[in-house]
């Protein structure tokens, strides 16, 4: 086992634990060959391991609660069951191997005739997807038949979900605190005075693609140009933005707005039940909150990055939500 050495290319979490157990004289063990994607903390003959990626980062957040969480229709049912306000949610499967062994009504069968007479638009996403990767609004029964015929080849679980128009929220909650919030503004293509609306749009899906994403559609680009009365050939307008319908996820191309410390109190109250309601000890809680009306959560993420905090230039903070974390954690050792 070694130190890990400076790499700016390292994950935003090794970095941060890395900074972290410098100025707390605690041993950052690296487990990776130097990528930063698993590592421990010592201190005083206690340790605690932590990742990036797909290993679940925060070493509080018990197994089970962490494997309910990624379920979205799992997340649901223990909102429901603690009677909180939250998105409907309803779950279709697109593998067959195993039809036999669940109750009928949740086959793509079964989606594509409710879709034949649902209200749209809806939106749909993968039951265990993150990212943003497949989170669509879809608009018609046209559009759900090629939303299906695309994310079958990559997902075998999707969930359905109306459609809202609020203002949606981030609020990460650490042992029982909101410690911030932040506006999830949708993504988009935003002008430069030289490139196309079409060159731009093919920019965004090729990052996209270089981080295993899936593209902004056709029709939602074209969706896109028609809302703002453009033509895909026409030079885009420096600081002009189009928004894309869909894209709230940062992954994804959306973006942090109204970042504050601040955490209204309605949004703090449901993002700690939330994160209470499924056990864990750190998450991330993404909330609508209908202009007078009551809070709604989205989803509950259990492995949340907070890699935005250091884009906005709170590296300080990130790095003391690390160390309440890891000192909870190594506590919890003893």
């Known amino acids: 086992m070694r130190a890990m050495p400076p790499s700016d290319r390292l994950p935003f979490n090794a970095r941060m634990v890395r900074a972290v157990c410098r100025t707390r004289g605690w041993r950052f063990l690296d487990l990776d060959g130097g990528e930063g994607y698993l590592f421990a903390v010592e201190a005083d003959g206690r340790r605690v391991h932590c990742g990036a990626g797909a290993i679940c980062a925060y070493p509080g957040n018990p197994a089970t609660a962490y494997t309910i969480a990624r379920d979205k229709a799992f997340t649901t049912a223990l909102l429901g069951e603690a009677g909180l306000p939250h998105v409907p949610t309803s779950l279709y499967f697109l593998e067959t191997a195993r039809a036999h062994l669940r109750a009928p009504g949740r086959e793509r069968a079964d989606l594509e005739q409710w879709g034949s007479t649902a209200c749209y638009p809806v939106f749909a996403k993968p039951n265990r997807g993150a990212h943003g990767d497949f989170a669509e609004l879809i608009r018609d029964q046209g559009a759900l038949h090629d939303y299906l015929d695309r994310v079958a080849r990559f997902h075998d679980q999707i969930v359905v979900q109306p459609f809202v128009d609020a203002p949606e929220f981030r609020v990460l909650v650490v042992a029982g605190v909101a410690r911030f919030q932040y506006g999830k503004a949708p993504g988009g293509l935003a002008g430069d005075g030289r490139s196309s609306w ?137």
């Open 198 to 334: 079409q060159r731009l749009f093919e920019r965004l899906n090729g990052r996209l693609a270089n981080d295993a994403l899936s593209p902004v559609t056709a029709a939602d680009f074209a969706a896109c140009l028609e809302a703002a009365g453009v033509r895909a050939a026409d030079r885009s307008t420096p600081g002009t933005r189009l928004p894309l319908g869909g894209r709230g996820n940062i992954a994804a191309g959306g973006q942090v707005d109204g970042f504050t410390t601040t955490v209204s109190p309605p949004l703090a109250d449901l993002a700690v039940a939330a994160t209470a309601a499924l056990g864990l000890q750190v998450a991330g809680v993404d909330l609508f909150a209908p202009a007078g009306g009551v809070p709604v959560v989205l989803e509950v993420n259990a492995n949340p990055g907070f890699q935005s905090l250091e884009t906005l230039g709170e590296v300080e903070l990130a790095q003391a939500l690390w160390a309440d974390i890891l000192t909870r954690a190594l506590e919890a050792r003893r």
